[in-house]
């Protein structure tokens, strides 16, 4: 009875382990600021009658 006694409380230690680990990696996930979203590659608008301009 003892083995499993000892058994039963090592999953259920093991199944709280990995839900408290879990919930950690998504509060390190939440605790990160978002990224800004800055283009790599830009082109610049051509120059025609209707847009005169420098482009950008």
């Known amino acids: 009875m003892n083995r ?3 058994a039963a409380l ?3 230690a093991g199944a709280a382990l990995a839900v408290a680990a879990s919930f950690g ?3 390190l996930i939440n605790a990160t600021p978002d ?3 800055t283009p ?3 082109y610049e ?3 025609t009658p ?3 301009g420098q482009g950008r």
């Open 4 to 6: 499993l006694l000892a």
């Open 10 to 12: 090592t999953a259920a």
């Open 25 to 27: 990696v998504l509060a």
């Open 35 to 37: 990224q800004l979203n």
């Open 40 to 42: 790599l590659v830009t």
């Open 45 to 47: 608008t051509p120059r």
């Open 50 to 52: 209707e847009n005169p």
